[in-house]
């Protein structure tokens, strides 16, 4: 799979997931924009060094790429990304929304501070940055965004419910412009990563070692694609291992006179997974005629 005259931004690619990603779609061929502000996990700091280093490794490699340090988090931080991408090469194909920032606690314990840095970040910056980039693929009847959801965000973990709350709104945007987006091949879809880099090492222990972020990378690619005709599709993806995450509607009951005391009675049966509709599977995007 290559990506010859396409251009794609990746987010928070100053390191782990993102860095592996934008490497890789320059080594296929891509143009990109290397996009983070150096922070540290939590957020705090900047730096214009992580970028830059990535953007010298792709160009030591022989690809094309130049440096964003503008935050996600503002409308504005997510315009001047684009208009980056723009200014450098004149269209944006891909859009990996990968930045992120940690700010864990137990939920007792949790400010109003922490849950808003995370939601800037996670959730507003996809906002931020893909609200820039859409009417370019609109225009240009061709995109492909990922979004970087969570197990966190889909299963839960223990002292990141703001976390978790940023990563499914993410699967929740994915849903609406997938919909959105198909009438104009726009596909969206998401991931949910394991893999071992710095926002990670520090919990993962033993089980980090086989989880090699590099590893995550090959699904990027894939969604990247302008073959791929899937979308508001999720994919569990780590150490090698790849599968669906979707969302189901169980057969349930159905009860003309519903009372508290009927709900009681059927709950078994409501809860029952072994008969199951699949939402959001239907849409594809149409790639039959480019």
Known sequence: MTFDNE???VTGAGRGLGRCHALELARRGARVVVNDVGSDVDGTGASASAAQA??????AAGGTAVASTDSVATPEGGAAIVKTAMEAFGRVDILVNNAGILRDAAFKNMTPQQVAAVLDVHLAGAFHVTRAVWPIMREANHGRIIQTSSGTGLFGNFGQANYGAAKMGLIGMMHVLAIEGARDNIAV?????????RM?????????KAMDPELVTPVVIYLAHRDCDRTAHIY???GGKVSRVFIGVSEGIAHPALTPESVAAAIDEIDDPSSFTIRGGPVRVDVSTR
């Open 54 to 59: 990535v953007v010298d490794e792709i160009t």
């Open 7 to 9: 251009v794609a931004i």
């Open 189 to 197: 879809n998401a991931i949910a990563p394991i893999a071992r880099t």
């Open 200 to 208: 990670t090492e520090d919990i993962m222990g033993e089980a980090g």
């Open 236 to 238: 569990s993806v780590g």
